[in-house]
């Protein structure tokens, strides 16, 4: 069999290149061909139209729109999401296999999927919803890192006065290190505007394809300038993409029809949008938002501590999956706060995502007679893993003993995610790792929080591998009883 596979993670990171290993590895062991487009952050080479009409079915192994879907039109299509295919990825191929056997003769192609986007037609109204927050996540994401990091920067450089520094178009010495820390603040403060705008555009986006960037964009900017923040963002982008889903579905003369994507649906789009954003439902979210932000900063000692525990355990619990991306936008999303509450929060997600790579790398190698040798290696990689704040590190773990491996680690990251907000700890970097660690309010007890996280996933997923393991054969050799 030769297959066509695509994988995407809303990070474009881990997931996404490990699937499709996973893929390639299984297509190798059962005898098939498989080529694998990775659409990832560092770009994708496109799978060539030979390549895709001499497959016999097609693998999208994606939490994410798919670029280009119509591509594949006519072909058998398996859809997953890419934390199967790294878990079964010679099922998937199964699966692949029997779609294609049942495949009747193929119909010509039509113009466009029903859905002219990113989810297929016949996937339930749940999936195609994660899959259109998750589109808006990844593209969200770099802007994160690069303004996030930039405004840490300039916090280290400068120090968190440094926010008040005058513009940089009026006042810059090159020779000034306060300078240059002003510069990277303003930058990185310019990069932080974009966020919620860039979450609408592309969830609009993922739901109706390019017509609904436009308004999915200025409704997100007006849920800026409304106070509706980050709740505002998601409610205008869904609200822009299912405007022009509704807008895209009205026959219009063949004439106008061509104009259609480029001027009259992002215009009709943009002014419905604005109008439902300005007048209708943009305060009141505002309203609860600043309910929900006068609540963070009121939460103090246990309340406090639940709250960081459960975000703690929402990291470690699918590594880098949706769960795991609610969490980490709810703590960035509480960085344009920017009050203790939210730095706390910060501080406490970025811990406990450290924990699981971390966990799993301490225990294989404190007792690597429990793991694989295939997890023994992937111990020694995750150590940096985990120090880089990338959960994914222990996905291979999780894999291969998922009920031993996830309730380890989830009882570890919410240690952390507790002790860290208990500790009072402060970031305002999103991203890093152990790599930002002078950027944390109260370094020490951080770091403390995140070692008690990592000594107690160990000490569990050690003690969960005893349970059930059998007892290795004594291999000594006998010793024969020597007459005296």
Not at 271 to 284: A, E, R, T
Not at 326 to 336: D, H, I, K
Not at 417 to 446: D, E, I, K, Q
Request: proline content about 6%; aromatic content about 6%.
């Amino acid at each position: 069999m030769r297959y066509v596979a695509v994988t995407a993670c809303p990070t474009g990171i881990a997931h996404t290149y490990m699937a499709a290993e996973a893929l390639e590895q299984a297509a190798k062991d059962a005898g098939h061909e498989v080529l694998v487009e990775t659409q990832g952050s560092a770009g994708s080479t496109p799978l060539s139209t030979a390549d895709i009409q001499a497959a016999d079915a097609v693998i999208l192994a994606a939490d994410v729109g798919v670029r280009d879907r119509d591509r594949f039109a006519g072909k058998p299509v398996v859809e997953a999401s890419v934390k199967q295919a790294i878990n079964d990825a010679a099922g998937l191929l199964q699966r692949a296999a029997d779609a294609a056997e049942q495949q009747p003769a193929p119909e010509p192609a039509a113009a466009e999927p029903e859905l002219g986007s990113k989810v297929a037609a016949g996937a339930g109204f749940g999936t195609r919803l994660r899959q259109w927050l998750m589109t808006g996540v990844s593209y969200m994401i770099p802007f994160v890192a690069a303004g996030g990091l930039l405004i840490a920067l300039s916090f280290a450089l400068g120090g968190y006065q440094i926010t008040e520094a005058p513009p940089v178009t009026e006042h810059f010495n090159a020779a000034s290190l306060v300078s240059w820390a002003a510069l990277c603040n303003q930058v990185g403060s310019a990069a932080f505007e974009f966020l919620v705008p860039v979450l609408a555009g592309f969830i609009a986006f993922a739901i109706a394809d390019r017509p609904a960037i436009a308004p999915g964009f200025v409704g997100g900017a007006i849920a800026v300038t409304v106070g509706a923040g980050f709740l505002g963002g998601l409610i205008a982008g869904l609200l822009a993409g299912g405007v022009l889903f509704a807008l895209k579905k009205v026959e219009v003369p063949r004439g106008i029809a061509g104009i259609m994507p480029v001027v009259v649906l992002p215009l009709l789009g943009t002014l419905l949008v604005g109008v439902l954003m300005f007048l209708v439902i943009g305060k009141p979210i505002a309203l609860v938002m600043a309910a929900l932000t006068g609540w963070l900063t009121g939460l103090s000692g246990a309340n406090a501590a639940l709250l960081g525990g459960l975000l703690g355990a929402m990291i470690a619990f699918d590594m880098g999956g949706p769960i795991n991306k609610v969490a980490y936008t709810f703590a960035v999303g509480g960085l344009s706060i920017a009050t203790t509450a939210s730095l706390e929060i910060m501080a406490a997600v970025m811990a406990a995502g450290m924990v699981p790579p971390l966990a799993l790398a301490l225990a294989s190698a404190v007792r690597g007679k429990l793991f694989t040798p295939a997890e023994r290696a992937s111990g020694r990689t995750a150590w940096l893993l985990g120090a880089s704040f990338i959960t994914e590190g222990a996905i291979p773990f999780a894999a291969s003993d998922p009920l031993r491996v996830i309730p380890s680690i989830v009882l570890g990251s919410a240690t952390t995610g507790a002790l860290s907000v208990t500790f009072g700890a402060t970031l305002r970097a999103p991203h890093g790792g152990a790599f930002v660690l002078p950027l944390v309010g109260n370094a020490l007890p951080y770091l403390g929080a995140i070692a008690a996280g990592v000594v107690v996933a160990a000490i569990a997923v050690l003690f969960a591998k005893q349970i059930g393991r059998r007892p290795e054969p004594d291999t000594a050799p006998e010793k024969t009883a020597v007459p005296a």
